[in-house]
């Protein structure tokens, strides 16, 4: 079948995509073999080529990434091209002019080694054994993956496009141009479910709207009232030749692709010529606006007129590392359009906006064919599955991340670390205090050293504090790395808060009420423990997707007969919540208000904190007076009156205390109070660097998005409760059968043994998914493929051990098993010190105290 | 024999793309347009390159336009030119009398100083308002000859031979020095600018030479986009479904009979 177009466009359809680059053609051959039909894909350009970025892409896969998602969608993309015979692995290397690349690509090692990816480090003059003309006396050495391939883009999408075609399951439309996105009002949940594509050849009903518009994602999405939050970037590229040595390969890639990381460019043959691609110019952004139409347009859309004095560095940088390159001639050379998000994270999932209008954007290349495959197994179970996506998870963002400040913002800050060091606790700079606790202003007066975590800012430490480093005897670590984004005081508040008691601010958390006559079964439809229990009860407990695998892990209050409260982390709210109006019943029985604004959340926890709060009010704040894992609904006394509260007593840090719920602007006096009544208790403000790692690691709490992924089902997490509750939840059916199989891998805390390096420095893992070994140093998979990881790191201070977590399977998940770690490229011993439990009071009974 | 060439270019948008006329029909839509020179000029250009790597020389390349032209002339230095002059204007449009004024008064200005051009080359015609009058215009002024139309050019002890194509084969002409050529695309291939040359462009020194020539001459009254062709293709079907179609087709024109 060739592409002319099918002559009339059809009335209806199962699904329209909208975007034949190279996601919407293999989202719509793979949507093909999960069985869709009656499906629509229509471009404004023409085919093959209509125009977009896949058209100009340098089309080359560099298999290793610090980040799960990226990496392992990237290899699964990598192998779909070999797969169709697509793709030729011209190997690549990746060079460092600098000691601090040159420690870089020792992670590179690492994260080769964690995803299974074959590199080397090769010395300079290997290099050249590979890429001659490279200047070896300007270099370091390289990172050298043999698997690094040159893939055919456009082909890969039109035989994709094809096989769909073939099955008789698809009408493509090219030349067609999408005027509008219909949608009708769902009351129930507040939103709006998509029902027509309006283009300028016929309106097409359709059922599902996929946007795989690349660059205009977010204007098309807009039509329909959705976002999808992403600007066009400019990525230059020239290509120069013809170059002797190149044109003798006669091979469109002959040799290894070479990455010139510290000067953020890249060299890739292409035949007898040298495509040099930047990352190091200015960011250069644009609304979608300012792209030409392809009539317009010189070259394509996305290929802008070059800016040659944006690129003049690079240049000179080039020629510094193949002097070849200064006298080929420039015959082509653009300002390439690719998209970028504000958390340089893709959009992919059903938009929050309008119900079955979904994203499949922010793609490259290097990451389409598996992409589209995520959002057409997600289209098609509900979940995906070859892969955990929360990373990019459109649903992840907030409103406040939605608007084009916010976008241009950060993509203008993270463009230029594309083949940057970012650090695992690397912050922005760009778009801060955008929203703050509400405690903010004590906090700052503490010297706060906020943290940011999806726009709210959060204390990691106080700097006030800075005296317990002192007194507990502490110091830096040998290495600026493993200081980067740390600091000792973390520590500090960590054992005070063991000795005496802390205040943590939990304003970040998202509070979400589900009220109404069906909302307790809701809540029971939702969760994998049981709600419907007694007002004053809550549960800690999963949701899960329909394949069992964790979609949230939060808490759930009964806070009255007929409403429940659900509280989870910053991170998963935005993804909580759409899960929750997503499934919200239709008949208006349950009622779903966001809480997030109107109250704020204090932790008080350590062995003081009963005698500090008991200050505050009479009430017996005894275990059986506010027991383990209920809430009191109570008055503190506060100087300037009584506030109502909801004493919680739980605990994510291994104390007793309790999280203090009060309306929002009660939190300054509560704090205060707090403070005045802890003075001769050692009460200490304290950080996220306690509540969120060390408290929580010495207890072995999981983290959802780090050990808890839709991966890994409650059995694996040690998450399962002696019994399955009666009534029906979304996963239960996958939920009992993977009981009854028993775990593939548990969960585990680790210690690690010994922290020297070979040069004699103790490192610190950062728990950056660095890879677990066997004790000879082997790479570790599970019977589900899985590799074991690092998903959690942090020194135990009241251990004395640094702390890791990761899934190990079930013959390595005993207590006392010796294997190793490693960690920028040396492997350090570490041994199973808990598997389902805590390294720290493993009794609880400093909870419940 | 060392020469000394002069090349006049113009900064025009970059062809290949629809260009939009604005609202106000006074100008074009920049914004997504990129700039060049004029492809008859960037065959001078390589020509003189050419002509000075053989017989050693120097290039001026010298152009009356905005301060952006400003770009065009350190992409002539780019791809070999020695010397960059830029005649300045305000952007407005001056027509071809005024240009050749202005242009006149600077290579007599450039002549004064660094010695008579032995060469002078303009491209036939600009790519953006087709004028054809500007070579001629300064040829005149200078009293010198000129030939319009050139896709070959000798450069003699004492003369200048230039070719240019007809219908039945070509016509050649002797012209003594210093002469004009107005060139044509196909003289030769040009360049692309190596990327050594274009880090050396941006070091090349540029010289402005402001003049006192009145801006303007014909005024523009308004720009009108033309009307789109539409095309007239029309798919008669895929492979051998085809085939019934082109049949119909082909006895319908006549060339088959039914």
């Given at each position: 079948m060739s592409d002319i177009p099918s002559t009339a466009m059809p009335a209806t359809a199962k699904v329209v995509v909208i975007g034949a680059g190279i996601v919407g053609n293999c989202l719509v051959g793979h949507l093909a073999d999960l069985g869709w039909t009656d499906m629509v894909l229509i471009d404004k350009g023409p085919l093959p080529n209509p125009g977009g970025s896949t058209g100009h892409a340098s089309n080359f896969i560099f298999p290793v990434d610090h980040n799960k998602e990226m990496a392992l969608l990237g290899v699964q993309s990598a192998n779909q091209y070999r797969d169709l015979g697509l793709s030729v692995d011209s190997g690549g290397i990746e060079v460092a002019r600098t000691q601090e690349r040159w420690d870089e690509l020792q992670r590179r090692m690492t994260s080769a080694m964690a995803w299974g990816v074959e590199a080397h480090l090769l010395t300079p003059e290997q290099v050249t054994e590979l890429v001659p003309f490279v200047n070896d006396e300007i270099i370091l050495g390289g990172f050298y993956c043999p698997s690094v391939s040159v893939v055919d883009s456009l082909e890969t999408g039109t035989v994709m496009r094809r096989k769909a075609q073939d099955k008789g399951v698809l009408e493509v439309f090219a030349n067609t141009e999408v005027l509008d996105i219909e949608t009708e009002p769902t009351p129930h949940n507040g939103l709006s479910k998509v029902t027509a594509v309006v283009t300028d050849k016929g309106r097409i009903e359709a059922e599902y709207v996929v946007v795989a518009c690349g660059v205009w994602s977010n204007r098309v999405a807009n039509m329909a009232g959705a976002t999808i939050p992403l600007v066009p970037a400019v990525h230059q590229m020239a290509d120069v030749g013809p170059i002797d040595i190149l044109a003798e390969t006669n091979n469109e890639i002959g040799y290894p692709i070479v990455r010139d990381m510290d000067t953020f460019c890249y060299e890739r043959q292409s035949a007898g010529s040298m495509e040099v691609g930047s990352y190091a110019h200015r960011p250069?952004?644009?609304?979608?606006?300012?792209?030409?139409?392809?009539?317009?347009?010189?070259?394509?859309?996305?290929?802008?007129?070059?800016?040659?004095?944006?690129?003049?560095?690079?240049?000179?940088?080039?020629?510094?590392?193949?002097?070849?390159?200064?006298?080929?001639e420039i015959k082509y050379a653009i300002n390439g359009l690719l998209s970028l998000t504000p958390d340089a994270m893709p959009c992919l999932g059903e938009t929050t906006e309008v119900a079955n209008l979904w994203s499949a954007a922010a793609v490259w290349v290097k990451e389409g064919p598996g992409m589209a495959q995520v959002v057409a197994e997600w289209m098609t179970h509900g979940y995906p599955r070859v892969i955990d996506a929360h990373g990019a998870d459109v649903a992840r963002f907030y409103d406040w991340e939605r608007n084009d400040e916010h976008i241009w913002a950060r993509a203008e800050e993270h463009f230029n670390k594309t083949y940057?060091?970012?650090?695992?606790?690397?912050?922005?700079?760009?778009?801060?205090?955008?929203?703050?606790?509400?405690?903010?202003?004590?906090?700052?007066?503490?010297?706060?050293?906020?943290?940011?975590?999806?726009?709210?800012?959060?204390?990691?430490?106080?700097?006030?504090?800075?005296?317990?480093?002192?007194?507990?005897?502490?110091?830096?670590?040998?290495?600026?790395?493993?200081?980067?984004?740390?600091?000792?005081?973390?520590?500090?508040?960590?054992?005070?808060?063991?000795?005496?008691?802390?205040?943590?601010?939990?304003?970040?958390?998202?509070?979400?009420?589900?009220?109404?006559?069906?909302?307790?079964?809701?809540?029971?439809?939702?969760?994998?423990?049981?709600?419907?229990?007694?007002?004053?009860?809550?549960?800690?407990?999963?949701?899960?997707?329909?394949?069992?695998?964790?979609?949230?892990?939060?808490?759930?209050?009964?806070?009255?007969?007929?409403?429940?409260?659900?509280?989870?982390?910053?991170?998963?709210?935005?993804?909580?919540?759409?899960?929750?109006?997503?499934?919200?019943p239709a008949d208006g029985s349950v009622t779903f208000t966001d809480r997030t604004r109107d109250l704020t959340t204090l932790g008080l926890w350590g062995p003081k904190a009963p005698e500090v709060l008991s200050q505050l009010t009479g009430h017996d704040l005894s275990q059986s007076g506010s027991p383990y894992g209920s809430y009191l609904d109570i008055e503190l006394d506060l100087p300037g009156g009584p506030a109502a509260v909801k004493l919680f007593r739980i605990s994510y840090v291994g104390d007793t205390g309790w999280e203090i719920y009060a309306d929002w602007d009660h939190g300054g006096a509560i704090w205060d109070a707090?403070?005045?009544?802890?003075?001769?208790?050692?009460?200490?403000?304290?950080?996220?660097?306690?509540?969120?790692?060390?408290?929580?690691?010495?207890?072995?709490?999981?983290?959802?998005?780090?050990?808890?992924?839709?991966?890994?089902?409650?059995?694996?997490?040690?998450?399962?409760?002696?019994?399955?509750?009666?009534?029906?939840?979304?996963?239960?059916?996958?939920?009992?059968?993977?009981?009854?199989?028993?775990?593939?891998?548990?969960?585990?805390?680790?210690?690690?043994?010994?922290?020297?390096?070979?040069?004699?420095?103790?490192?610190?893992?950062?728990?950056?998914?660095?890879?677990?070994?066997?004790?000879?140093?082997?790479?570790?998979?599970?019977?589900?493929?899985?590799?074991?990881?690092?998903?959690?790191?942090a020194y135990g201070p009241s251990v004395g051990k640094h702390l890791l977590l990761g899934y190990l399977p079930p013959d390595l998940a005993e207590v006392g098993t010796d294997l190793q770690v490693m960690y920028m490229h040396e492997r350090f011993p570490v041994k199973v010190a808990a598997v389902d439990g805590s390294v720290f009071d493993p009794d609880d009974t400093r909870l419940k105290t | 024999m060392s020469l000394r060439i002069l090349v006049c270019v113009k900064r025009v948008p970059a062809p290949g793309a629809r260009i939009n006329v604005t609202d106000d029909g006074q100008s074009v839509e920049t914004a997504h347009l990129g700039f060049t020179t004029s492809p008859h000029e960037e065959c001078a250009l390589e020509e003189a390159v050419q002509l000075t790597e053989a017989n050693g020389g120097t290039v001026v390349v010298l152009t009356l336009g905005p301060p952006e032209a400003e770009e065009q002339l350190r992409y002539a230095a780019s791809v070999g030119a020695h010397e960059l002059v830029l005649v300045p204007t305000d952007g407005t449009a001056w027509d071809p009398q005024?240009?050749?004024?202005?242009?006149?008064?600077?290579?007599?200005?450039?002549?004064?100083?660094?010695?008579?051009?032995?060469?002078?080359?303009?491209?036939?015609?600009?790519?953006?308002?087709?004028?054809?009058?500007?070579?001629?215009?300064?040829?005149?002024?200078?009293?010198?000859?000129?030939?319009?139309?050139?896709?070959?050019?000798?450069?003699?002890?004492?003369?200048?031979?230039?070719?240019?194509?007809?219908?039945?084969?070509?016509?050649?002409?002797?012209?003594?020095?210093?002469?004009?050529?107005?060139?044509?695309?196909?003289?030769?291939?040009?360049?692309?600018?190596?990327?050594?040359?274009?880090?050396?462009?941006?070091?090349?020194?540029?010289?402005?030479?402001?003049?006192?020539?009145?801006?303007?001459g014909q005024r523009l009254v308004a720009l009108r986009q033309p009307e789109e062709q539409v095309s007239n293709t029309e798919l008669l079907g895929d492979s051998p479904a085809a085939a019934t179609a082109v049949v119909d087709l082909l006895e319908e024109l006549g060339v088959l009979e039914s």
């Amino acid at each position: 079948m060739s592409d002319i177009p099918s002559t009339a466009m059809p009335a209806t359809a199962k699904v329209v995509v909208i975007g034949a680059g190279i996601v919407g053609n293999c989202l719509v051959g793979h949507l093909a073999d999960l069985g869709w039909t009656d499906m629509v894909l229509i471009d404004k350009g023409p085919l093959p080529n209509p125009g977009g970025s896949t058209g100009h892409a340098s089309n080359f896969i560099f298999p290793v990434d610090h980040n799960k998602e990226m990496a392992l969608l990237g290899v699964q993309s990598a192998n779909q091209y070999r797969d169709l015979g697509l793709s030729v692995d011209s190997g690549g290397i990746e060079v460092a002019r600098t000691q601090e690349r040159w420690d870089e690509l020792q992670r590179r090692m690492t994260s080769a080694m964690a995803w299974g990816v074959e590199a080397h480090l090769l010395t300079p003059e290997q290099v050249t054994e590979l890429v001659p003309f490279v200047n070896d006396e300007i270099i370091l050495g390289g990172f050298y993956c043999p698997s690094v391939s040159v893939v055919d883009s456009l082909e890969t999408g039109t035989v994709m496009r094809r096989k769909a075609q073939d099955k008789g399951v698809l009408e493509v439309f090219a030349n067609t141009e999408v005027l509008d996105i219909e949608t009708e009002p769902t009351p129930h949940n507040g939103l709006s479910k998509v029902t027509a594509v309006v283009t300028d050849k016929g309106r097409i009903e359709a059922e599902y709207v996929v946007v795989a518009c690349g660059v205009w994602s977010n204007r098309v999405a807009n039509m329909a009232g959705a976002t999808i939050p992403l600007v066009p970037a400019v990525h230059q590229m020239a290509d120069v030749g013809p170059i002797d040595i190149l044109a003798e390969t006669n091979n469109e890639i002959g040799y290894p692709i070479v990455r010139d990381m510290d000067t953020f460019c890249y060299e890739r043959q292409s035949a007898g010529s040298m495509e040099v691609g930047s990352y190091a110019h200015r960011p250069i952004l644009h609304h979608p606006d300012e792209i030409p139409s392809n009539a317009e347009a010189a070259l394509s859309p996305t290929e802008m007129p070059f800016t040659p004095d944006d690129f003049d560095e690079q240049m000179e940088q080039a020629i510094e590392l193949m002097d070849m390159l200064g006298d080929a001639e420039i015959k082509y050379a653009i300002n390439g359009l690719l998209s970028l998000t504000p958390d340089a994270m893709p959009c992919l999932g059903e938009t929050t906006e309008v119900a079955n209008l979904w994203s499949a954007a922010a793609v490259w290349v290097k990451e389409g064919p598996g992409m589209a495959q995520v959002v057409a197994e997600w289209m098609t179970h509900g979940y995906p599955r070859v892969i955990d996506a929360h990373g990019a998870d459109v649903a992840r963002f907030y409103d406040w991340e939605r608007n084009d400040e916010h976008i241009w913002a950060r993509a203008e800050e993270h463009f230029n670390k594309t083949y940057g060091i970012v650090h695992p606790a690397e912050q922005w700079a760009s778009r801060r205090g955008l929203v703050k606790g509400a405690v903010y202003d004590r906090q700052e007066a503490a010297q706060a050293e906020f943290y940011e975590a999806r726009g709210w800012e959060r204390p990691q430490w106080y700097n006030s504090n800075a005296d317990l480093v002192e007194r507990y005897d502490l110091g830096p670590r040998d290495t600026e790395w493993d200081n980067r984004w740390w600091s000792p005081i973390t520590i500090g508040e960590h054992l005070n808060l063991r000795e005496n008691c802390g205040v943590v601010d939990l304003s970040a958390f998202q509070i979400y009420d589900l009220s109404g006559p069906g909302a307790v079964e809701f809540a029971e439809r939702l969760a994998v423990n049981k709600v419907d229990k007694p007002v004053g009860s809550s549960v800690y407990t999963p949701w899960l997707n329909n394949d069992g695998g964790f979609h949230s892990d939060l808490t759930m209050m009964r806070i009255a007969e007929d409403t429940v409260r659900i509280v989870t982390g910053v991170f998963d709210g935005g993804r909580d919540r759409f899960w929750v109006l997503k499934h919200l019943p239709a008949d208006g029985s349950v009622t779903f208000t966001d809480r997030t604004r109107d109250l704020t959340t204090l932790g008080l926890w350590g062995p003081k904190a009963p005698e500090v709060l008991s200050q505050l009010t009479g009430h017996d704040l005894s275990q059986s007076g506010s027991p383990y894992g209920s809430y009191l609904d109570i008055e503190l006394d506060l100087p300037g009156g009584p506030a109502a509260v909801k004493l919680f007593r739980i605990s994510y840090v291994g104390d007793t205390g309790w999280e203090i719920y009060a309306d929002w602007d009660h939190g300054g006096a509560i704090w205060d109070a707090l403070f005045d009544a802890g003075r001769d208790h050692g009460i200490r403000p304290t950080g996220g660097g306690v509540y969120g790692s060390s408290g929580r690691m010495e207890k072995g709490y999981r983290l959802m998005g780090a050990e808890l992924e839709s991966e890994y089902d409650p059995v694996e997490a040690g998450l399962a409760r002696p019994r399955v509750k009666a009534a029906d939840f979304i996963g239960k059916e996958a939920y009992l059968a993977a009981r009854e199989r028993g775990p593939l891998a548990k969960m585990c805390t680790l210690t690690v043994e010994n922290l020297t390096d070979a040069e004699g420095r103790e490192r610190w893992m950062q728990g950056g998914n660095e890879p677990i070994l066997t004790a000879d140093g082997e790479r570790i998979e599970d019977g589900h493929g899985r590799v074991s990881r690092v998903t959690s790191a942090a020194y135990g201070p009241s251990v004395g051990k640094h702390l890791l977590l990761g899934y190990l399977p079930p013959d390595l998940a005993e207590v006392g098993t010796d294997l190793q770690v490693m960690y920028m490229h040396e492997r350090f011993p570490v041994k199973v010190a808990a598997v389902d439990g805590s390294v720290f009071d493993p009794d609880d009974t400093r909870l419940k105290t | 024999m060392s020469l000394r060439i002069l090349v006049c270019v113009k900064r025009v948008p970059a062809p290949g793309a629809r260009i939009n006329v604005t609202d106000d029909g006074q100008s074009v839509e920049t914004a997504h347009l990129g700039f060049t020179t004029s492809p008859h000029e960037e065959c001078a250009l390589e020509e003189a390159v050419q002509l000075t790597e053989a017989n050693g020389g120097t290039v001026v390349v010298l152009t009356l336009g905005p301060p952006e032209a400003e770009e065009q002339l350190r992409y002539a230095a780019s791809v070999g030119a020695h010397e960059l002059v830029l005649v300045p204007t305000d952007g407005t449009a001056w027509d071809p009398q005024r240009t050749a004024t202005a242009l006149t008064e600077a290579i007599e200005a450039q002549e004064a100083a660094g010695g008579a051009f032995d060469l002078i080359l303009f491209g036939n015609e600009s790519a953006d308002s087709g004028g054809f009058q500007v070579g001629v215009r300064v040829a005149r002024a200078l009293g010198r000859p000129i030939v319009n139309g050139i896709k070959g050019i000798e450069v003699g002890a004492e003369s200048v031979t230039a070719r240019r194509a007809v219908d039945a084969g070509s016509e050649v002409y002797e012209l003594p020095r210093p002469a004009v050529l107005g060139v044509k695309e196909g003289l030769n291939l040009p360049r692309y600018p190596t990327m050594r040359g274009r880090l050396a462009s941006k070091k090349a020194e540029l010289v402005t030479a402001e003049l006192d020539v009145e801006a303007g001459g014909q005024r523009l009254v308004a720009l009108r986009q033309p009307e789109e062709q539409v095309s007239n293709t029309e798919l008669l079907g895929d492979s051998p479904a085809a085939a019934t179609a082109v049949v119909d087709l082909l006895e319908e024109l006549g060339v088959l009979e039914s």
